[in-house]
């Protein structure tokens, strides 16, 4: 009897349970399926040779990523980007990435974008003069000793450079002011505003260079030319438009600055046809009070006036955290907001509650049209659906976040949640060069393999490529998209092609 009642009651047990187990496995599967439906990219279907080219992005990613998995602590994500920026360079999947058309670059500086190596190579330019100062060092071009002040001597930069001990070791020496790059950056950038204080003496140094007109406009040239090698077709640049002089100590304005990069473009465009161009975002900076801004929006209206195709909008830069609140210049731009698109910075902070996180609030009241960082939109879950009601994209720059102490681990960025609901997102590098990064390669690279999920595809990379370009200010889209999709299509081909 006993145990008649045991095993009778045993099977009830075990068929409810097999029951159940079958749902819950359901459940799971089909948990698992919705959310990756919903995740950045979801829209894209394959061509039967992006279905084979995606098969083998997958098995390269998933072989990296299952090794990280057993041992974290040789993952080069868990680093400094600094430690690790060259060692990616092996992988096969930053060769792909690196030949893959990413469409536009939408969220970078001017003067930041090019390698220390670049600007070392300025200094053997003629007519420069440098003062070298306790901590810091003064450059700039002129055709006879410059009236600068000075805290020792001016003198002719060729002449400091081969009256040195040694040349190689001068040029070392030169190259530390124009990278952020450090053997042991956790202790030299030690907190946000440290890392802060590091890169705005980059531009104090290199500024004055800068600013010399043709060093000005080769760099610009020079900086298309290194987006275009890096399979970008077009880019927004961000300028505070400073003054440039010329040798004899000739000064123009910034409206002179706007035109010299319009004519650099137009150059540009027409030695290299298959670039689609650049355009311009004012972009002064933002630690001045409401009479500046005034006089900010004056400038960008004139330029706007006088180079309607090529102006693109207004924006105010600097560290937020210590820079004027957006609210403070609310009036200024409310009464510009119908003449001029806005594409502000905003919540590029680990704060929350403060007056650089409610920068957020301020710029969608202004109905800007993309926001640069939007570190802290996270937070937000009202803004986050309004960001994606009105079709607002964010410009993230996730290395830039990382060497300027926002987040350590790159697993932990928020693009990583922005990613798996779809929010509106390009991918930028805001000032690559200071930190010797590749115009737009890294960026994808770290977002493919360290930030998304391990399932995110080449429809996430796909995607991300193409919102480039529709969150662009370019005028003819469809144009511009189709010509994205023959680099695209030939890409694929060549991936489904060679071996990996
Ligand atoms: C870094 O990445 C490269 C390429 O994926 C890999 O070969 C290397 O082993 C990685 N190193 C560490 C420390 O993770
Ligand atoms: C710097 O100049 C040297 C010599 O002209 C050249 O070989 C090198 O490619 C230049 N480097 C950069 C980054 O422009
Ligand atoms: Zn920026």
């Not at 001029?340 to 609030?361: C, I, K, R, V």
């Not at 681990?409 to 798996?420: E, G, I, S």
């Not at 991918?427 to 590749?438: I, K, N, Q």
Request: aromatic share 14%.
């Amino acid at each position: 009897m006993w145990p008649t009642l045991v095993y009778f009651l045993l099977a009830i047990s075990c068929a409810v349970s097999i029951d159940e187990y079958e749902n819950v496995i359901n459940e799971r599967h089909d948990l698992l399926q919705r959310e990756l439906d919903m995740m950045l990219g979801n829209e894209i279907t394959f061509s039967d040779s992006e279905i084979k080219a995606n098969e083998i992005v997958m098995h390269l990613k998933a072989k990296e990523l299952d090794r990280a998995y057993r041992s974290p602590y040789a993952y080069n994500f868990t680093r400094h980007f600094f430690e690790y920026k060259d060692a990616v360079k092996q992988s096969p999947l930053y060769e792909i990435i690196k030949k893959m058309p990413k469409g536009a670059i939408l969220h970078a500086h001017d003067v930041g974008l090019l390698s220390p190596d670049y600007v070392l190579n300025m200094t053997y330019w003629d007519n420069l003069y440098v003062c070298f100062e306790e901590d810091n060092m003064q450059l700039i071009f002129s055709d006879k000793t410059p009236k600068v002040t000075c805290g020792t001597q001016w003198q002719l930069l060729r002449d400091a450079r081969y009256t040195s001990i040694d040349v190689e070791e001068f040029d070392a020496e030169l190259r530390k002011h124009f990278t952020l790059l450090v053997d042991e950056p956790h202790e030299v950038y030690f907190d946000v505003n440290s890392a802060w204080n590091r890169f705005q003496q980059y531009f104090i140094t290199t500024g004055p260079m800068f600013c010399y007109k043709l060093a000005w406009e080769q760099y610009f040239y020079d900086t298309l030319k290194a987006v275009r090698e890096d399979n970008v077709m077009y880019i927004e640049i961000r300028s505070t438009l400073p003054p440039l002089y010329d040798l004899n100590g000739e000064v123009y304005d910034s409206i002179a600055t706007a035109e010299s990069y319009k004519k650099v473009v137009d150059q540009f465009v027409k030695d290299y046809p298959d670039f689609y161009g650049a355009k311009l975002i004012y972009a002064p900076m933002r630690l001045v009070d409401a009479a500046t801004v005034k006089e900010y929006i004056k400038i960008a209206k004139e330029i706007k006036r006088r180079m309607p195709d090529f102006f693109a909008g207004f924006d105010l830069v600097g560290q937020e955290d210590l820079g004027t609140p957006t609210k403070e210049f609310l009036s200024e731009l409310v009464a510009a907001k119908d003449e001029l698109d806005y594409f502000f910075h905003a919540g590029e902070t680990n704060w929350n509650g403060m007056s650089s996180d409610e920068n957020l609030f301020d710029v969608i009241a202004l109905e800007t049209r993309r926001i640069g960082h939007a570190f802290a939109l996270v937070k937000h879950p009202l803004l986050l659906e309004e960001v994606k009601k009105r079709g607002i994209a964010l410009e993230v720059n996730v290395i830039s976040n990382v060497v300027l102490k926002l987040v350590g681990d790159v697993r932990n960025h928020p693009l990583a949640t922005f990613l798996a609901q779809n929010v509106p997102v390009v991918l930028s590098s805001d000032d690559p060069g200071v930190w010797e990064a590749d115009p737009l390669s890294h960026d994808f690279f770290i977002t493919f393999m360290g930030v998304a999920s391990r399932h995110a595809d080449l429809k996430l990379l796909k995607q991300l490529a193409l919102n480039s370009l529709y969150f662009s200010t370019i005028k003819d889209k469809d144009r511009v998209v189709h010509e994205f999709e023959i680099r695209w299509t030939k890409f694929i081909d060549s991936l489904v092609r060679d071996k990996w």
